[in-house]
């Protein structure tokens, strides 16, 4: 097996090297072959199963395509399904009529639908066909002690990770609600080790593209033998043909009955909790006998009332990993802040704040709702912080958002300090983690900032066993019911951890 995959690998570096259009070397025959080697048959299902694509992503030439075609090695549908009542995309789920919208078409000379729901994906129209490999089934390999992650789990984390693998071994269903910092991602490692155990193949999706690349080098550090691909937009080695795969969840859009364990992160963020076509999405890229886990540290009503239903299996881990709790965010009430923001004026009660701050040796995570604001008070902020010696030079404060090309490489440079003040959108609330920062929320009575991202953004402070108390405010106009209840759900965690840990002892 492992001089097949070494031999796979050689032809996938050759194929990626080429045009869509332009045919694929073969190792072991040539394009006018009717007949597949053992060994040309496993390189194709390692490529194509559990895939579901568009012709322009499956890179064969024509010869070789129709010919697999005419032995039902692949199996098309059309990409819409059209009726006089309703239109749905096959690739995306979409079936309202907003977001389908007519062009003229180059290859037949007609005005078809096109899904602009998943554009993103690449435009799929209907007169096209998706396609999915129903040839032989790829077996992937077993891995026995590919586990190079040496750390230890607490006793809350042992019991998830438990039920984790126990879930993963009946083919089940699980909710993880775990509070931020709680160390989710190294409670799934026995349970991802168990599943390369049995030869199974797993995906961890995530709704944010900044959560992937975070936790690509912390699961590349934990199975340092095992190829793991991060298939986001812009990413590289995203041909999609490793046995662990970390995933945005829109990816998921290419896939159909793939994956025999599929991890959710984040399961109550943007965009997925408000997108159905991606859970739509989600369900059709697992296999008929699957797991399937759900991470949240803010689980929705949806989750809730199943929760309290008993219809879905949850374990819970209400104390971070270093065994401190969660800080308490501080709401700070600053009259007329809405008109100072938008004449690009700082608020006082704000500045108050950089100047007294506990530590003031701790990085600095500003929140603002909007880009146009990220962008307005950047250069504010760096005349004061330069001006009061919070930063010393310009290069230290800067601001980052969805839009920004230089967002990965920013968010690096605060990771290694050498950015002190980072005024960000919510890109940042979740899943990236930064040892010693104080946070701020400026105009946290904002819409945009609910009661799930609140909890989220406190929880970015606080998470180093050295530094576990990092100051978390919300300068607010106006109390909302979101930051009465994030700072309530942050209270009652830390109680219900508090109670764990007197069990304990």
Not at 479 to 504: C, D, F, P, Q, Y
């Amino acid at each position: 097996m492992k001089v097949i995959l070494r031999k796979m690998s050689r032809y996938f570096r050759m194929g990626r090297n080429q045009s869509e259009d332009s045919p694929v070397i073969s190792t072991t025959s040539s394009v006018n072959d009717t007949h597949l080697s053992p060994l040309r048959q496993t390189e194709l299902s390692l490529r194509y199963d559990g895939k579901l694509l568009t012709r322009s992503e499956i890179h064969l030439n024509e010869t070789k395509f129709s010919m697999l075609l005419t032995k039902t090695y692949f199996t098309p549908i059309d990409a819409m399904k059209v009726t006089a009542f309703q239109s749905v995309c096959q690739r995306c789920h979409y079936g309202g009529k907003a977001l389908f919208a007519k062009i003229p078409c180059a290859r037949c000379n007609r005005t078809h639908l096109y899904c602009r729901n998943c554009l993103h994906m690449g435009r799929i129209m209907e007169c096209e066909s998706l396609y999915y490999w129903s040839g032989p089934s790829f077996a992937w390999p077993k891995h026995h002690d590919v586990l190079s992650w040496q750390g230890e789990l607490t006793t809350p984390q042992q019991n998830a990770a438990l039920k984790i693998v126990d879930t993963i071994h009946h083919h089940g269903e699980l909710l993880v609600w775990a509070v931020t910092g709680a160390g989710k991602t190294e409670m799934l490692f026995p349970g991802i080790h168990k599943a390369l155990q049995q030869g199974k193949r797993i995906c961890i999706a995530t709704p944010r593209t900044d959560v992937v690349r975070e936790l690509l080098p912390r699961l590349q550090q934990a199975f340092q033998f095992i190829h793991i691909q991060a298939l986001y937009g812009g990413s590289r080695d995203n041909d999609g043909t490793a046995q662990l795969i970390l995933s945005t969840t829109h990816q998921l859009l290419r896939y159909q009955h793939a994956f025999d364990v599929l991890i959710i992160d984040e399961i109550d963020a943007f965009p997925y909790h408000q997108d159905p076509t991606l859970q739509f999405a989600a369900k059709r890229a697992v296999k008929r006998y699957s797991a399937v886990i759900y991470l949240t540290a803010t689980p929705r009503e949806q989750q809730l009332r199943l929760l309290s239903a008993k219809k879905l299996p949850h374990v819970f881990v209400p104390l971070r990993f270093h065994g401190h709790p969660l800080p308490i965010p501080k709401p700070i009430y600053c009259s007329s802040l809405n008109k100072q923001l938008s004449e690009n004026r700082l608020p006082q009660k704000l500045l108050d704040w950089l100047n007294h701050r506990e530590n003031p040796q701790r990085q600095l995570l500003i929140f603002v709702p909007t880009i146009k604001l990220s962008n307005q008070l950047q250069s504010v902020l760096i005349q004061y912080c330069t001006r009061e010696k919070i930063i010393k030079k310009n290069s230290e404060l800067m601001s980052v958002h969805a839009e920004d090309k230089q967002r990965e490489n920013k968010i690096k440079l605060f990771r290694k300090r050498q950015i002190k003040v980072l005024l960000t959108t919510t890109i940042l609330e979740r899943g990236v983690t930064f040892p010693e920062i104080d946070v701020a929320v400026l105009h946290a009575n904002h819409e945009v900032f609910d009661e799930a991202a609140l909890v989220q953004i406190a929880g970015r402070a606080g998470r180093s066993p050295t530094d576990p108390t990092g100051e978390v405010i919300y300068f607010h106009e106006g109390k909302t019911n979101a930051i009465v209840a994030a700072v309530s759900a942050i209270k009652k965690m830390n109680r219900r951890g508090e109670r764990l840990a007197g069990e304990k002892e």
